[in-house]
């Protein structure tokens, strides 16, 4: 059974940082890039960062870059996301997900609140 289970989300003041992880079982985990996407309220879905399934080659949304990191640690089948200076707008639910060819796999989502 395929299980992505993300955690790490929680209230936050603007100018912080918080970490998520996203712990992978039921598949093959060193074989599939990872990636970390959000959702906002009222808004759509969108890609934050992406890695490979090395972690040799990272990406990012431009309104993250040179604020969050994405990693991996293929012995704990687990992606992080590492996010620093955090903004009001980065307020939103975050998935990790899964790659491989047409496959994807979701996670259920963790909820992130930048307020003061």
């Known amino acids: 059974q395929v299980q992505l289970v993300e955690s790490g989300g929680g209230l936050v003041q603007p100018g912080g940082s918080l970490k998520l992880s996203c712990a992978a079982s039921g598949f093959t985990f060193s074989m599939y890039a990872m990636r970390w996407y959000r959702q906002a309220p009222g808004k759509e879905r969108e890609l934050v960062a992406h890695i490979s399934t090395t972690g040799g080659s990272t990406n990012y949304a431009d309104s993250v870059k040179g604020r969050f990191t994405i990693s991996r640690d293929n012995a704990k089948n687990t992606v992080y996301l590492q996010m620093n200076s955090l903004k009001p707008e980065d307020t939103a639910v975050y998935y990790c997900?899964?790659?491989?060819?047409?496959?994807?796999?979701w996670g259920q989502g963790t909820r992130l609140t930048v307020s003061s």
């Open positions: 997900s899964a790659i491989r060819g047409v496959l994807t796999y």
